[in-house]
C-alpha cells in the first residue's frame, strides 16, 4: 500500500502547535476526524496515549509515530505533523521529536497496520528525507516530499 493512498495533503500540520505529547496527538487525531466524521477524536486520542503507555513511539532521529487500531474504521488512515521548536515525546534517543506520522488503521487489520508503519519507518530513518520534510516551506512541500520518496522507495 502506497502512503499516497492513505495520506492526503490536507491531513499534514506544517507547524503544529502543541508543545506536549497528548496535545501532538489531540491535533493529529483533528485531521484524521475531519477525513472521517464517523470517527471520534477524544476516544482516538485515548487509544493513542493507551499505546503509548506500552512504549513510547518517538523512534528518534526525531521522528514519532504514535499509532492505533479503532472500530469502525474501513482502510488505514495518516496524519503527519511537523514542529521546527520540537516536543518532548518520550522518545528512545531522549531527543524532542519534531516530525510526527499519527496511523489510524482498522481494529482487525494486523498485517497492513505493519506494513504501514514498516514503510514509514523506512522512508524516515534517511537523514536526506527527514531534513527536507524540516525545510519544507508549506503543506503541499512536504506532502509531495513524502509522495515521492515513497515512490522511489517502493
Do not use: W
Not at 2 to 24: G, N, Q, R, T
Not at 51 to 67: F, M, N, Q, Y
Not at 73 to 91: H, K, N, T, W, Y
Amino acid at each position: 500500500m502506497k502512503l499516497s493512498e492513505i495520506l492526503h495533503e490536507d491531513s499534514i500540520v506544517p507547524e503544529l502547535k502543541a508543545k506536549d505529547k497528548k496535545a501532538v496527538l489531540s491535533e493529529l487525531a483533528e485531521r484524521v476526524c475531519a477525513r472521517d466524521p464517523v470517527i471520534d477524536k477524544d476516544t482516538l486520542v485515548r487509544v493513542l496515549l493507551e499505546r503509548e503507555k506500552l512504549g513510547s513511539t518517538g523512534i528518534g532521529d526525531g521522528v514519532a509515530i504514535p499509532h492505533g487500531k479503532l472500530g469502525g474504521v474501513s482502510q488505514p488512515m495518516i496524519s503527519c505533523g511537523r514542529s521546527l521548536e520540537g516536543v518532548d515525546f518520550d522518545a528512545m534517543d531522549g531527543q524532542p521529536a519534531h516530525l510526527f506520522f499519527l496511523l489510524l488503521a482498522p481494529e482487525d487489520s494486523s498485517s497492513i497496520h505493519l506494513q504501514v508503519l514498516a514503510r514509514l519507518a523506512k522512508i524516515l530513518k534517511t537523514s536526506a528525507f527527514r531534513k527536507r520534510l524540516m525545510q519544507a516551506h508549506n503543506q503541499q512541500e512536504i506532502y509531495s516530499a513524502i509522495v515521492q520518496t515513497d515512490e522511489e522507495s517502493s
